[in-house]
């Protein structure tokens, strides 16, 4: 059933295929399978959309879905799994839109958990992990500590963003070669290697190189500052979307590798723990995170 929806919502076998971490051959054949067995066709084949019987197969599955998220909520709340605390830490990037979704939907789905969260630069939140303070981490290519599990929640594009007086911020979109002679203007990588390091990966993979000026003030919250005439950052295009209106913000027409947000969390975690990295799952395809 979850095949079958992901397929109808992607509109393809392969995006579904991305979407649920398989290769498109064994989807195919589940697919073809289960059309077998119910003896009707669910989708039309080049190109991808739902047959008649389809639509009614993906309403009929939500349905069952939903009520079996319901059926495993309820079996957690029986087992005490809907109580107590979890320790979360996130980063900066992740300040603006999952972390406050993620406590929200801890809220609706688990009131009787308690989320306590801290928000650091990434090398804070691993030690805190490290050291027993945190049972949870929420980033974007943030080390995993010895004894996390990890999972990826959520894939997106970059995109460049300037000030109002820069000389591209009247385009629709830019290039990396349009950047050429520009100052990144980021943080210090001691902050965040692994991201730094990522970030530098992307805007080099087609070749270019660009002038890095560290931030003394480092973070998100003094872009006025920091981009009022000339340089440029590199952001994930959800948080670009959480920043002031006088920032221009311009996608980016390299086809460069998406930045991933994933949460992490430890092993041998209490229930609660298990709950709400549960949460974050139902989350991320709600949202269409992946």
């Known amino acids: 059933m979850r095949y079958v929806i992901a397929i109808a919502e992607t509109g393809s076998f392969e995006a579904a295929a991305e979407r649920l971490h398989m290769t498109q051959p064994p989807l195919s054949r589940q697919i073809r399978d289960l059309e077998r067995?119910?003896?009707?066709?669910?989708?039309?084949?080049?190109?991808?959309?739902?047959?008649?019987?389809?639509?009614?197969?993906?309403e009929s599955a939500r349905q069952v879905l939903a009520e079996a998220e319901r059926m495993v909520e309820r079996t957690r709340e029986a087992a005490g799994l809907s109580r107590g605390l979890v320790r979360v830490g996130y980063t900066v990037t992740a300040a603006f839109e999952e972390m406050p979704k993620l406590f929200a939907a801890m809220r609706d789905r688990h009131p009787g958990i308690r989320v306590d969260a801290r928000e650091a630069w990434d090398m804070?939140?691993?030690?805190?992990?490290?050291?027993?303070?945190?049972?949870?981490?929420?980033?974007?290519?943030?080390?995993?500590?010895?004894g996390f599990a990890?999972?990826?929640?959520?894939?997106?594009?970059?995109?460049?963003?300037?000030?109002?007086?820069?000389?591209?911020?009247?385009?629709?979109?830019?290039?990396?070669?349009?950047?050429r002679?520009?100052?990144?203007?980021?943080f210090p990588r001691r902050y965040a290697?692994?991201?730094?390091?990522?970030?530098?990966?992307?805007?080099?993979?087609?070749g270019e190189t660009f002038e890095i000026w560290e931030n003394p003030l480092p973070g998100l919250r003094n872009l006025n500052l920091n981009l009022y005439e000339d340089?440029?950052?590199?952001?994930?295009?959800?948080?670009?979307?959480?920043?002031?209106?006088?920032?221009?913000?311009?996608?980016?027409?390299?086809d460069l590798p998406p930045i991933e947000l994933a949460i992490s969390w430890?092993?041998?975690a209490a229930p609660p723990v298990i709950a709400l990295v549960h949460t974050a799952r139902l989350l991320a395809r709600q949202e269409g995170w992946l």
């Open 124 to 146: 804070d939140l691993v030690a805190a992990a490290a050291d027993g303070e945190l049972d949870v981490l929420l980033g974007r290519h943030l080390p995993i500590p010895a």
């Open 37 to 58: 067995e119910l003896g009707v066709q669910l989708f039309h084949r080049r190109p991808t959309r739902l047959t008649e019987a389809g639509k009614v197969f993906v």
């Open 181 to 186: 002679g520009q100052t990144l203007r980021f």
């Open 266 to 268: 430890n092993r041998h």
């Open 193 to 206: 290697p692994l991201y730094y390091d990522r970030v530098l990966a992307a805007l080099t993979s087609t």
């Open 231 to 254: 340089g440029f950052m590199f952001l994930p295009r959800s948080v670009s979307l959480q920043l002031p209106g006088q920032i221009v913000c311009l996608p980016v027409t390299d």
């Open 150 to 179: 990890t999972e990826v929640l959520r894939r997106e594009d970059f995109v460049v963003v300037v000030g109002p007086r820069h000389p591209l911020a009247t385009r629709k979109s830019v290039a990396l070669r349009d950047l």
